[in-house]
């Protein structure tokens, strides 16, 4: 039987048995999205939209959706563009595609459908605005930062890119302006935190990397400096966070003062990792799975801020 991450996967299962359940399909497909990470880019865009709004109501719905499926063609691509390398690295080797378990031809498919739905959803139900900028994000994915990825180790600061647009595409969607220095705020944190979480991954799977063909920074620093520089990052992450209820990102003292919390437990949280001796796979798992919890914090505090301020 095939296990993966210690449970047995049941739709890998009936698939290599050559029977194809609805719910085979569906987990097929969410793997081929990449669900999880396309899902939060959907709230970010979401966040976006309600930092903006007067009065957010449902209209958050309509952007999140369209950048939800423009982002889900573009997870998709990625797994199709690199599908070749994904099978070579043990953390990707089970991907749909790199598998086989899908066909080129049927992620190709996949991926077009999803683009023009997207496209659609934006231009009918959300504004120009936001389907440039979504369209923006999905060429810089898969046309700059993914072939990037092969040329040099610090393909992760311009592919970053990537992660500060959709806040800016929800908040174009409700009117917002690019000259307020909010959504400024809010990009520049989306953009910096996708560096540390992606060298905290490096940390864990740099063998995978390498074995890939990928150029890693493990080949050219140390593991000591490396540390270094993600522990540097995780902080300027969250200080930018700390800083938004001083730059008018939210209305209720409970909201700023869990924000502050939280950062100075995160930054706790980085130190320990930073002034730990010798580098384990549990403390940078543990750093890994903290960020990513402080950020959908994040999201969540100023989302509810909003919404129920506008109450």
Same mark, same amino acid.
């Given at each position: 039987?095939?296990?993966r991450a ?12 050559g029977?194809i ?15 999880r990470?396309?899902?939060l880019?959907?709230?970010t865009? $979401?966040?976006?939209y309600?930092? @903006?709004? *007067? %009065?957010p ?9 369209g950048i939800?499926?423009?982002a889900?063609?573009?997870a998709?691509l990625?797994?199709?563009q690199?599908? *070749? ?6 953390r990707? =080797?089970k991907?749909p ?10 992620? !190709?498919?996949?991926i077009?459908?999803? !683009?023009m739905?997207?496209? @659609?959803?934006?231009i009918? /139900?959300?504004?120009v ?7 923006v994000t ?8 993914t072939?990037?990825k /092969? /040329?040099? +180790?610090?393909? #992760? ?6 992660g500060?647009l ?6 174009l =969607?409700?009117g917002g302006?690019?000259a307020d220095?909010r959504?400024?705020?809010v ?5 910096v935190w ?8 490096l940390?864990?799977?740099?063998? *995978?990397y390498? /074995?890939?063909g ?6 050219r620093?140390?593991v ?6 993600t522990f540097?990052l995780l902080v =300027?992450?969250?200080l930018? $966070?700390?800083?938004?209820?001083f $730059?008018g #990102?939210?209305y209720f ?5 869990? !924000?502050?919390a ?11 990792f ?8 549990? *403390?940078t798992?543990?750093?890994?799975? @903290?960020? %990513?919890?402080?950020?959908l914090l ?5 989302s +509810?801020?909003?919404?129920?301020s506008s109450?």
């Open positions: 039987m095939i296990k210690g449970k047995y996967n049941q739709a890998v299962i009936a698939e290599e048995a029977v359940t609805l719910k085979s399909s569906v987990s097929m497909l969410l793997e081929l999205v990449k669900i990470i396309t899902m880019v959907s709230f865009t $979401a966040l976006g309600f930092l @903006a709004a *007067d %009065n109501g449902f209209g958050f719905i309509y952007p999140s959706l939800f499926l423009l889900c063609s573009s998709a990625n797994q199709f690199e599908r *070749d390398t994904d099978s070579m690295m043990e990707t =080797a991907r595609v790199p598998s086989g378990r899908v066909t080129p031809g049927y992620a !190709l498919i996949v077009v459908t999803l !683009l739905l997207g496209s @659609a959803v934006l009918l /139900k959300a504004n605005p936001a389907l440039v900028t979504g369209l999905f060429f810089w994915y898969n046309a700059v930062y072939p990037l /092969k /040329k040099t +180790a610090l393909a #992760i600061i311009p592919g970053s890119l990537v500060a959709p806040p800016v595409a929800g908040w =969607a409700a302006s690019m220095f959504i400024v705020m990009a520049s944190y989306f953009f996708q560096i540390p979480h992606f060298w905290l991954l940390l864990l799977y740099g063998d *995978d390498r /074995k890939a990928f150029p890693v920074l493990t080949e620093h140390s000591r400096f490396i540390k270094t520089i540097a =300027a992450t969250v930018i $966070a700390a800083a938004m209820p $730059a #990102i939210g003292a409970v909201s700023k003062i869990m !924000l502050i939280f950062s100075v437990m995160m930054i706790y949280g980085s130190l320990r930073f002034t730990n001796g010798e580098l384990t796979r549990k *403390d798992v543990k750093t890994f799975m @903290a960020i %990513n919890l402080y950020t994040l999201i969540t505090i100023l +509810a801020d909003k919404l129920f109450i």
